[in-house]
């Protein structure tokens, strides 16, 4: 028999390093640390002031400063910031008894104001709103009679808190050059 000259001899063996993945995965890590502080150091809340009402010319003027009472709906722990914008109100507006909040605290926010205008026609009521609203931001979206017949307009907008939120103003009645009417606001369930 003959001798056998190479034995079996084991592989041979590499180190392989971690140390190009892990300084790679580190960097990533320092620099998506540095983007986090950074947006959090610089990072401002958006607050949109919805800039001063527009001047209609021949309409009925924005009533300044308003009048105690009004702007009932302007509860801050409920709306919006950036829907303040849209609490504008005609001159000779008056708050009336009746004003409500019937889903506060359950729900979508809901909010109505009985108001009345002195010296005004209906006509110019729904005009004032629809001038204004839209020149803030609102959208007109519907001009049709309310469940009552009363006339109606309804104004929508996104918010800042993820919501459409509506802004109605209902006619109610129009006793002697004055206009009884309702201002609501209405947050919608639909999501942005």
């Not at 592989?11 to 190009?20: A, C, F, G, K």
């Not at 303040?84 to 008056?94: E, Q």
């Not at 019937?102 to 001038?131: H, I, K, M, W």
């Amino acid at each position: 028999m003959g001798t056998v000259k190479d034995s079996p001899r084991p592989p041979l063996t590499t180190t392989t390093s971690i140390w190009p993945a892990a300084t790679i995965a580190l960097l990533g890590i320092a620099l998506l640390a540095t983007f986090l502080i950074v947006d959090w150091v610089t990072a401002r809340p958006v607050v949109s002031p919805g800039g001063p009402a527009p001047v209609v010319v021949g309409g009925l003027a924005v009533e300044r400063p308003l009048v105690a009472g009004l702007a009932y709906c302007d509860q801050p722990l409920e709306v919006p910031r950036d829907l303040v914008s849209g609490f504008v109100y005609p001159v000779g507006t008056t708050p009336r008894p009746g004003s409500t909040t019937p889903n506060l605290g359950a729900g979508d926010f809901d909010c109505v104001e009985r108001l009345a205008t002195a010296r005004a026609t209906s006509g110019q009521v729904l005009g004032f709103y629809r001038a204004h609203l839209p020149a803030l931001g609102w959208t007109l979206f519907s001009t049709s009679p309310s469940p009552t017949g009363h006339p109606q307009y309804l104004f929508q907008r996104s918010s800042s808190d993820g919501f459409y939120w509506e802004i109605g103003v209902t006619v109610l009645s129009t006793p002697a050059r004055r206009v009884e009417w309702s201002f609501t606001l209405f947050q919608n369930s639909q999501t942005v």
